[in-house]
């Protein structure tokens, strides 16, 4: 590789025109490597009186002695750049401010480990096609059906028989792809796929896990994902593979993001980049633990918050990717998520954000200003996981020996009424007797997404033997499918973590964030085992999908057309206009009953064919009932129409 010995001074310092060549009063973050063949740019943003801004550049990712060091200089506030003449691609380099050296805070490419950022050429990473790449259409985030997936999870056990088991290739096998399209999903929710920092990539053939909720390079695919973490190109190449192949099959891709902390605060690229500056501290000087990490980011901050917007912008446009899940969101201010949903719409208003409405403990700033569930009205088009319905449902996350609704427990159809109507305004729910919220926190029930389970927690599985003691298989069955059914029934987004489809269990585990894969992977030999729950949870995907019912994206269409039924203790039940949405089944009546016991309900008179009943999907029908009284069976739903 040619490196010039003597660099000219007019070169060294000249300004490109690229995203990391910004005038000197533009906010915008630096994207702090750009290459062409003739030249490569280093950006940073460091503090202004630091007394050396460095680059150093190696031949390889783990060369003991770099080759050059290049001084880059100050070119505005916390802005400092250098331009580096010759064709560097293959090269890595480090930035080194005076705290230690590191690929600073926004390397696009990183070599194994993501110790040093590496000089690619990222259109060479390009698979074919992909400037024909489509974003699945999308009228309205209702329209999705979210599943969440870990990659290790999701096809490292042997009966999923994937030629690239753990990989992000394995969402481009055929058969994987197709058992997606079957079960009728049409959003993957992937948990961290950047570059975390406690896989050792450089040990492949040695089984670890994490969940990745431990940031090093944020724009970085992680490389354990890949088939070759040492060389850069792979992981971003095989990245966008995924993507495409998820695409091609009309399934969109959202991206976990942890903006909120960082693994730790020594040894940060933020903090070897600018010491202090990217995380809170409380009055008496402490780093703030909002995350219970350890450390928790200042997204109210300028380089902070612009940061974000720019990696949410990179990973949609260098990615594709089509939605966003932030963790612990309840830690960045309300001004910095909306900033983010204007910039994203400026791209495609489709693209999804949503995130966990709360915090891991107290943050240090104000905290009106944090963007919590309770306030998510406050944020438009900015959705926030619904625990009032997850707890009202199956017990509270901080018990799981504690049971509620689906133990026929009185007292908790208000909470999941709630849940049902999206989290807004509903003249039929009374606030008072809902479980964590005394006021809605949605404006639209888009906002709103329904859950029962997700991987930071026990499988429903786990969670019901936890809280039924003894309890049987069939039983469990019943109930399984029963919590379900208000996840899809639900207005909203439903979310469904994968592989409860079939029965997916983690021994009891509640917090597998670094267990191993006998733990967490799962056994899909429970697709033939348990294959009526496996059709029961199709069928409820399906017939949500095909009926705009069950999915209507505006708040004034769910107050008016979604009536709830007078119904027995630990009975709830509504109807749904699908006249008012052009739905082709006019009426539809849904009964959800968790008594270990049959229950009579009175319902609009009609004609009606059953489309649910006896842990049965059908949409062809599952025969008629006439009248205006039903009868639906114990532990299970009912669904009808006419």
């Keep these: 590789m040619y490196i010039p010995k003597f660099i000219p001074l007019t070169a060294l310092f000249l300004f490109m025109m690229t995203s990391c060549s910004q005038p000197a009063d533009d906010p915008q973050v630096f994207n702090e490597m750009e290459y062409t063949p003739q030249q490569t740019t280093f950006c940073l943003n460091a503090p202004s009186d630091a007394q050396r801004v460095d680059v150093r550049i190696y031949e ?237 980011t200042a997204s109210e901050r300028p380089l902070m918050r612009q940061f974000m917007l720019e990696s949410v912008r990179y990973w949609i446009q260098e990615y594709h990717i089509d939605g966003f899940r932030f963790d612990l969101m309840g830690i960045h201010d309300i001004e910095t998520m909306n900033l983010i949903r204007q910039e994203v719409d400026k791209i495609d208003p489709s693209i999804t954000i949503y995130g966990e409405g709360w915090s891991a403990g107290q943050c240090a700033i104000e905290h009106e200003r944090l963007a919590m569930k309770a306030v998510t009205y406050q944020m438009p088009g900015i959705g926030a996981f619904a625990d009032d319905m997850r707890d009202a449902i199956r017990g509270p996350f901080s018990d799981d020996n504690q049971p509620a609704f689906l133990a026929a427990l009185p007292g908790h159809e208000e909470s999941i009424k709630f849940g049902l109507v999206g989290g807004i305004q509903h003249p039929q729910v009374d606030m008072e007797r ?15 997404v329904s859950y029962v389970s997700c991987h930071d927690d026990m499988s429903l599985v786990d969670r019901l033997r936890a809280s039924f003691p003894g309890i049987q298989t069939d039983e469990l069955i019943r109930l399984d499918k029963l919590a379900q059914t208000f996840v899809l029934t639900s207005q909203g987004i439903p979310f469904l973590w994968a592989g409860e489809e079939v029965l997916r269990d983690k021994k009891g585990v509640h917090n597998s964030y670094n267990q191993p894969d006998s733990i967490n992977q799962i056994d899909w030999s429970n697709q033939e085992k348990y294959q009526d729950v496996y059709l029961y949870y199709r069928g409820l995907i399906g017939m949500r999908r095909a009926h705009k019912a069950f999915r209507m994206a505006d708040a004034e269409l769910v107050r008016s057309h979604m009536r709830f039924l007078d119904a027995p203790s630990c009975v709830v039940a509504f109807t749904l206009d699908g006249t008012a949405v052009g739905d082709s089944w006019n009426h539809i009546v849904c009964i959800m009953n968790s008594n270990r016991t049959p229950h009579r309900v009175t319902i609009p008179q009609g004609t009606y064919t059953v489309v649910c009943r006896d842990g049965q999907v059908a949409a062809e029908g599952l025969g008629q009932v006439e009248g205006d009284v039903v009868t639906v069976g114990a532990q299970q739903a009912l669904i009808l129409h006419d």
């Design 60 to 296: 390889t990712a783990l060369a003991e002695q770099p080759i050059r060091t290049v001084s880059l200089k100050c070119v505005g506030e916390d802005r400092w750049r250098a331009t580096v003449e010759g064709d560097l691609k293959g090269l890595f380099y480090t930035f080194d401010t005076g705290h230690g050296e590191c690929p600073g805070t926004f390397a696009k490419a990183v070599g194994v480990n993501g110790r040093r950022a590496a000089i690619i050429d990222l259109s060479s990473t390009d698979p074919e096609g992909w400037a024909e790449d489509v974003r699945p259409a999308l009228e309205t985030p209702a329209d999705m059906v979210v599943y969440e997936m870990h990659h290790r999870d999701f096809s490292i056990h042997p009966s999923r028989g994937s030629k690239y088991p753990g990989k992000f290739l394995a969402l481009t096998e055929p058969e994987n792809i197709q058992y997606l399209t079957d079960l009728g999903i049409n959003a993957v929710q992937i948990l961290p796929s950047y570059d975390y920092a406690t896989v050792d990539e450089a040990r492949p053939d040695v089984p670890q896990y994490n969940w990745g909720y431990d940031p090093l390079n944020y724009n970085v695919p992680e490389g354990s994902y890949s088939t070759d973490a040492t060389r850069p190109e792979v992981r971003i190449r095989e990245f966008k593979q995924m993507v495409q192949a998820l695409h091609r099959a009309g399934i969109r891709v959202i991206l976990d993001v942890v903006y909120n902390h960082c693994m730790s605060i020594d040894g940060s690229n933020f903090q070897l980049t600018y010491p202090d500056y990217y995380f809170r501290k409380v009055a008496d000087g402490k780093y703030s633990d909002g995350s219970g990490c350890g450390n928790e």
């Design 434 to 448: 809902v479980n964590y919220s005394k006021a809605p926190w949605t404006v639209q029930p888009t906002q709103h």
